[in-house]
């Protein structure tokens, strides 16, 4: 069985170490959002390992339990009983007597040597994920930074939804919040010396248009 596998099948909220415990689930939930899980596994494969095995000696008992509920082996084919001519013997009556379950023993607490052990390997897979993540992002395609023009005209166009809810199916209203907004957008970009004629004419017409829709939808 992967390692992976035997991640998933840990009963996470069980386990008493809350440090083990959050690295497990970061480890898990990063594992269901991952498009290539082949490539997560195989780079978190030592993570994974060390973590499992503090698992096991923190909070053992639920190791024994996946194990129980989820063997490996595969399960024995009986053999067919092959029925005997003459008399058949009559099957035997299942036996009244309740059976005894022998006592569970009580699970072993975590000592504070223990976490102490423990503290060094957690922070050396601390790193190895966060070494992961940082490497993962840097491989992913990388979205290039809006201009200064773009943010202006967001800004613009962000203070033309704070129109209150009582006036924003005022046409009125609208139509003048939009002459002061171009405005106020080409009076910026000429105090900050922003003269590109393509840029100030594309975001001047967004912007317009943007408020077209909104008067478009009241005239009707």
Do not use: W
């Not at 992976?4 to 099948?9: C, E, G, K």
């Not at 923190?58 to 009983?81: G, L, M, T």
């Not at 423990?118 to 979205?143: T, Y």
Request: proline residues 6%; glycine residues 0%.
């Amino acid at each position: 069985m992967s390692i992976i596998q035997d991640f998933l099948q840990l009963d996470v909220e069980r386990i008493k170490n809350p440090e083990i415990k959050q690295q497990v689930e970061d480890i898990i939930e990063k594992y269901k959002q991952a498009e290539d899980k082949e490539f997560f596994v195989s780079n978190l494969e030592s993570v994974m390992q060390t973590l499992y095995e503090m698992v096991q000696q923190d909070s053992s008992e639920i190791i024994q339990e996946a194990a129980e509920e989820n063997p490996c082996e595969d399960p024995v084919k009986e053999k067919p009983v092959t029925k005997k001519q003459g008399n058949a013997a009559k099957p035997k009556k299942p036996s009244k007597k309740k059976k005894t379950q022998k006592d569970k023993k009580p699970s072993a607490k975590t000592t504070k040597e223990d976490i102490l052990k423990m503290s060094p390997r957690l922070e050396k897979c601390n790193k190895e994920l966060k070494a992961f993540h940082a490497a993962r992002r840097k491989s992913l395609p990388q979205k290039t930074p809006p201009t200064r023009y773009t943010k202006i005209k967001r800004h613009i166009l962000a203070l033309g939804k704070l129109i209150p809810p009582r006036l924003k199916e005022n046409l009125q209203v609208q139509q003048e919040t939009k002459k002061i907004l171009m405005k106020a957008h080409r009076d910026i970009l000429n105090n900050f010396k922003m003269t590109s004629l393509k840029n100030v004419k594309r975001d001047q017409t967004e912007i317009k248009e943007n408020f077209q829709k909104i008067e478009e939808k009241l005239e009707e």
